[in-house]
């Protein structure tokens, strides 16, 4: 009953119990030792003066400690508007740009006759690569509101870790660039790591961090590899790209926050690797990253091999 009160009435109350205590047991203790009457008036101002800077000392710590509460709430929610309003800014740019991308390519497709074949492919390639950039930002957005409504269902199984990441590696050839080289770190005995996860979820999370490093590495190379012991897969992406300053790097996880660096000339909804961090969490697992600027970033995951 009483956590249900509000805190204007919990004040209240403790207001008048702590004077009701200090009027019957100090009046009954101060009668007990002073019966004479100059004394006991003189007392009794003493003893008021007591409770009022005995009780303003409490009700001050429990005044500012409540202020202090609402002030950090009103200035985490003045943030997270701050945030949401840029992320909006950022998904509406992101996603204009594929759609812009797709109906002008589509409308050049429509006048099939005077199209020559080679450019036919290129146009379709294009709406394609567009497309599934679209869905990626599509995605990342139910993900993140599926994360936040805490609706988000696991389905674990058995897997082999090997083939796994050399699948999601063959997903991401297609955005190899030239100057780049993919590199597996895999250990010899590596195939056979069995660990018990979500196989999609984990996907999930390959991709975005496999994906960002190739994405942020214009020359040099990415290594994608993993270790294991009997507890525990410890997974890592490294790339040789752009990296984060060691300011940011303590908020890359947070959403609908992104790299300054990497939002300016590569764009995105900053919403990769706060998806990452939530569905490594709901794994099991932690996730971190190590990283240099204009030296390349290395991201660490780790997962158990075994749960429940």
């Given at each position: 009953m009483i956590r249900k009160l509000k805190f204007e009435n919990k004040f209240l109350l403790l207001y008048i119990f702590l004077g009701g205590c200090w009027i019957l047991f100090s009046d009954h203790v101060v009668l007990l030792i002073v019966s004479d009457t100059?004394?006991?008036?003189?007392?009794?101002?003493?003893?008021?003066?007591?409770?009022?800077?005995?009780?303003?000392?409490?009700?001050?710590?429990?005044?500012?400690?409540?202020?202090?509460?609402?002030?950090?709430?009103?200035?985490k929610a003045v943030r997270n508007d701050q945030l949401k309003t840029k992320f909006i800014q950022n998904i509406s740019h992101e996603i204009r740009?594929?759609?812009?991308?797709?109906?002008?390519?589509?409308?050049?497709?429509?006048?099939?006759?005077?199209i020559e074949p080679e450019t036919y492919q290129f146009y379709a390639k294009n709406i394609a690569g567009n497309s599934n950039q679209l869905l990626s930002i599509i995605n990342n957005v139910l993900d993140i509101s599926i994360i936040e409504s805490g609706n988000i269902k696991l389905k674990k199984e058995n897997i082999h870790l090997h083939p796994l990441i050399r699948e999601v590696l063959g997903n991401l050839q297609s955005v190899l660039k030239e100057e780049v080289t993919l590199v597996y770190d895999f250990p010899e005995n590596g195939e056979g790591v069995e660990i018990f996860t979500d196989r999609t979820r984990l996907q999930q999370i390959l991709n975005n961090l496999i994906g960002n490093a190739l994405k942020f590495t214009e020359k040099g190379q990415v290594s994608v590899g993993y270790t294991a012991n009997k507890a525990e897969v410890l997974i890592f992406v490294k790339d040789e790209g752009i990296g984060i300053s060691k300011d940011e790097l303590s908020t890359i996880f947070n959403r609908f926050i992104q790299s300054s660096t990497g939002h300016k000339n590569y764009g995105g909804t900053g919403l990769g690797l706060a998806?990452?961090?939530?569905?490594?969490?709901?794994?099991?697992?932690k996730i971190w990253a190590e990283s240099e600027l204009n030296k390349g970033t290395t991201f660490y995951l780790t997962l158990p091999l075994r749960s429940e």
């Open positions: 100059e004394t006991l008036s003189m007392l009794q101002t003493y003893k008021g003066w007591f409770y009022v800077l005995f009780t303003a000392l409490i009700f001050f710590r429990i005044i500012k400690k409540h202020i202090v509460k609402l002030r950090n709430a009103e200035l740009t594929p759609m812009n991308a797709i109906v002008g390519f589509s409308e050049l497709m429509l006048d099939e006759e005077s998806i990452s961090r939530e569905l490594c969490t709901l794994l099991g697992g």
